[in-house]
């Protein structure tokens, strides 16, 4: 199940105005704490932040929006972000490069994620091809990819390390995104 949080509503209840920007570091911590509030009242495995009312986010509020809820989200959620413009995704992918972290990205008008931040090469082919087929065992992407099983592991693991498919058993599933 997902849990959708909308961003926009959680800033004008943070600020108590019409805002529709994300800059200083502290709303960006107040919208945070929001959304771990969200989560811990909630059972569902996935969090999709929607920023679609959003008009700014700037680095420091990409920090402590994203970044900082990547890494003290409980392991058991998956975050997918929605509604970002190209000037969010530049910011987000930015902060994200700098942590070394990931987040799956639903572009307008896709059901299909790209992933901001960092992976491994490997790791980001791994998960273009299992977003577009579906689950997958090690053997099965080893195949489509005409890779070797242990390069194929390796991607694998760290998709799953940052919260990127989901393993079931030996196969791997994509993140739920709707």
Same mark, same amino acid.
């Given at each position: 199940m997902i849990q959708t949080i909308r961003i926009g509503l959680l800033l004008r209840e943070a600020v108590a105005a019409p805002y529709r920007n994300l800059v200083t570091r502290p709303t960006g911590a107040a919208v945070r704490n929001r959304i771990e509030a969200t989560l811990a009242d909630s059972n569902c495995l996935t969090a999709l932040l929607d920023f679609s009312d959003i008009e700014l986010v700037d680095l420091s509020c990409a920090d402590e929006v994203v970044a900082k809820l990547l890494l003290t989200v409980r392991t058991a959620y998956f975050v997918v972000l929605q509604g970002l413009r190209e000037d969010h995704h530049e910011a987000i992918d930015h902060v994200l490069t700098h942590h070394r972290l990931a987040v799956a990205s639903v572009p307008p008008g896709s059901r299909a &994620?790209?992933?901001?931040?960092?992976? &491994? !090469? $490997? #790791? /980001?082919? !791994?998960?273009? =091809?299992?977003?577009? *087929? *579906? &689950?997958?065992?090690?053997? *099965?992407? =080893? %195949?489509?990819? $005409?890779?070797?099983?242990? /390069?194929?592991?390796? #991607? +694998?693991?760290?998709? !799953?390390? %940052? /919260? +990127?498919? @989901? &393993?079931?058993? @030996?196969?791997y599933y994509p993140i739920q995104t709707a």
């Open positions: &994620p790209r992933l901001l931040g960092w992976v &491994p !090469a $490997d #790791a /980001r082919e !791994a998960f273009t =091809c299992i977003s577009e *087929g *579906g &689950p997958l065992d090690v053997s *099965g992407l =080893c %195949h489509n990819l $005409d890779w070797t099983f242990s /390069r194929g592991r390796e #991607a +694998l693991d760290d998709l !799953a390390v %940052h /919260r +990127l498919v @989901q &393993p079931v058993g @030996q196969l």
